[in-house]
């Protein structure tokens, strides 16, 4: 299958193509949350499941997509636009707050986002690894705007006399892997913590790296 089959065009029920197409990718997308986020998983789910999970037909899926894998990368995009758009949202109502608690405000929505639903912490931090190199570049790629965003604040924070000036750029790195690392393995039920305690801890570990010991703002 080199490309999707022709989707048909014109006004059907009073709906057109396009509104057609769309109500179909989400109900793909809907299922592969819980097949892929759930209960088989990725690897076990067949075109045909997902398409009788979606209450569609395999014909309807390859108008849509080339191959499951094109699912699995426009629902981790989506998952992850989810988390970053509350992320965006709370900052954007946070401003002009000290640092301790802009960056309070920060994780608490961003963790509130990725644990509402299991599912969600599956698709970002389970199943999109080792797929394939193109995924793997894909997750890197959204890694990446979580670092860059982790930078931001911190150089602004710095612009305001509210952190140590420096680069920042493994720092956010290696904190982001920090964050995934914990709230994968809290929602796995590896850590015997309540999400405040995992948020707290993640909001003094930021704090740390943005105000060494011994600097004075």
Same mark, same amino acid.
């Given at each position: 299958? #080199?490309?999707?089959?022709?989707?048909?065009?014109? +006004?059907?029920?009073?709906?057109?193509?396009?509104?057609?197409?769309?109500?179909?990718?989400?109900? %793909?997308?809907?299922?592969?949350?819980?097949?892929?986020?759930?209960?088989?998983?990725?690897?076990? #789910? #067949?075109?045909?499941? $997902?398409?009788?999970? *979606?209450?569609?037909?395999? +014909?309807? %899926?390859?108008?849509?997509?080339?191959?499951?894998?094109?699912? @699995?990368?426009? @629902?981790?995009?989506?998952?992850?636009?989810?988390?970053?758009?509350?992320?965006?949202?709370?900052?954007?109502?946070?401003?002009?707050?000290? @640092?301790?608690?802009?960056?309070?405000?920060?994780?608490?929505?961003?963790?509130?986002?990725?644990?509402?639903?299991?599912?969600?912490?599956?698709?970002? %931090?389970?199943?999109?690894?080792?797929?394939?190199?193109?995924?793997?570049?894909? +997750?890197?790629?959204?890694?990446?705007?979580?670092?860059?965003?982790?930078?931001?604040?911190?150089?602004? *924070?710095?612009?305001?006399?509210?952190?140590?000036?420096?680069?920042? +750029?493994?720092?956010?790195?290696? %904190?982001?892997?920090?964050?995934?690392?914990?709230?994968?393995?809290?929602?796995?039920?590896?850590?015997?913590?309540?999400?405040?305690?995992?948020?707290?801890? $993640?909001?003094?570990?930021?704090?740390?790296?943005?105000?060494?010991?011994?600097?004075?703002?």
């Amino acid at each position: 299958m #080199t490309g999707r089959l022709r989707a048909p065009k014109g +006004r059907y029920g009073g709906r057109s193509a396009e509104e057609r197409q769309a109500e179909r990718r989400r109900r %793909f997308l809907d299922a592969a949350l819980r097949l892929f986020g759930d209960s088989p998983g990725f690897r076990q #789910t #067949t075109v045909a499941a $997902l398409s009788q999970a *979606a209450g569609l037909s395999t +014909r309807q %899926f390859y108008e849509e997509f080339r191959t499951l894998e094109d699912v @699995l990368a426009a @629902l981790h995009l989506e998952v992850n636009g989810w988390a970053e758009q509350a992320v965006l949202d709370a900052l954007a109502a946070a401003e002009g707050l000290p @640092l301790a608690e802009r960056v309070a405000v920060l994780f608490r929505a961003y963790a509130r986002d990725v644990t509402c639903d299991p599912r969600r912490i599956r698709i970002t %931090f389970v199943e999109i690894i080792g797929v394939s190199p193109a995924l793997e570049e894909q +997750r890197l790629a959204r890694r990446a705007r979580w670092v860059d965003l982790i930078r931001a604040e911190a150089d602004a *924070a710095v612009g305001r006399g509210e952190a140590a000036p420096r680069d920042y +750029r493994l720092a956010a790195t290696a %904190f982001i892997g920090s964050v995934n690392g914990l709230l994968h393995d809290w929602s796995a039920g590896w850590v015997d913590a309540s999400l405040d305690e995992v948020v707290d801890e $993640l909001v003094r570990q930021l704090l740390g790296i943005l105000r060494p010991q011994g600097w004075r703002g």
